[in-house]
């Protein structure tokens, strides 16, 4: 079942990201446009989440002896998110002509940027907090602020780390607690909105607040 959960989860983030990217809303007074480049606000925001509620939905099932069904689910929340490319050469052609291997090798990168490097950031968190040595609620709270200091200080990558090491704190933190997921997606939702929306709008902006 988790192959299957993470394609859905994977194929549900790669339909958001199109449809943003042909349909998505703009806001002037907010500096935020979802159309065009934009989209991929998509999969850096749902990504994390996904791998946050797969990889603890999966431990919980599995009482802790996961790694092989936790890897299945990132595998196939990859293969998902890979679809970006396909589907969008297929259902908005830029010509006439049929899908070729660029769309594929382009869906595949996007699958490994976007899923496969937040993953390889997320896994060692996750361990440690796992782990004797990372049962502190103090250590939770410090990797969470971490997250949001590499959105806002680290140049090109920084949102995707910072959306690995979400994953990986919201994966450990739920571990920890036994339960309270629903709390601690809330948690990695309002972190990479800041990530994607608020950082960006405060760097340029300052302080101001957006005039409408």
């Given at each position: 079942m988790g192959f299957i959960a993470g394609l859905i989860w994977g194929l549900l983030?790669?339909?958001?990201?199109?449809?943003?990217?042909h349909y998505g809303p703009s806001s002037e007074?907010?500096?935020?446009?979802?159309?065009?480049?934009?989209?991929?606000?998509a999969p850096i925001m749902l990504v994390p989440l996904a791998i946050f509620w797969g990889w603890s939905s999966i431990a919980n099932a599995y009482a802790g002896r996961s790694v092989v069904p936790i890897a299945a689910y990132t595998l196939a929340l990859l293969l998902g998110v890979s679809a970006i490319g396909p589907a969008d050469a297929y259902f908005f052609p830029q010509n006439a002509a049929v899908l070729d291997v660029n769309d594929f090798l382009g869906g595949l990168f996007q699958g490994i940027?976007?899923?496969?490097?937040?993953?390889?950031?997320?896994?060692?968190?996750?361990?440690?907090?796992?782990?004797?040595?990372?049962?502190?609620?103090?250590?939770i709270w410090l990797l969470y602020l971490v997250s949001i200091a590499i959105a806002a200080f680290v140049q090109g990558f920084g949102t995707i780390v910072a959306g690995g090491v979400v994953a990986g704190v919201?994966?450990?933190?739920?571990?920890?607690?036994?339960?309270?997921?629903?709390?601690?997606?809330?948690?990695?939702?309002?972190?990479?909105?800041?990530?994607v929306f608020g950082i960006?709008?405060?760097?340029?902006?300052?302080l101001s607040a957006p005039r409408f």
């Open positions: 983030i790669a339909a958001a990201t199109i449809a943003l990217e007074p907010l500096h935020v446009s979802l159309s065009g480049n934009g989209a991929i606000a940027l976007f899923v496969g490097f937040v993953a390889v950031v997320a896994a060692p968190i996750y361990w440690v907090l796992r782990s004797r040595i990372g049962q502190s609620r103090i250590l919201a994966s450990g933190h739920a571990w920890q607690r036994q339960g309270g997921r629903m709390f601690i997606g809330i948690i990695v939702i309002v972190i990479m909105a800041l990530a960006p709008y405060v760097v340029a902006n300052g």
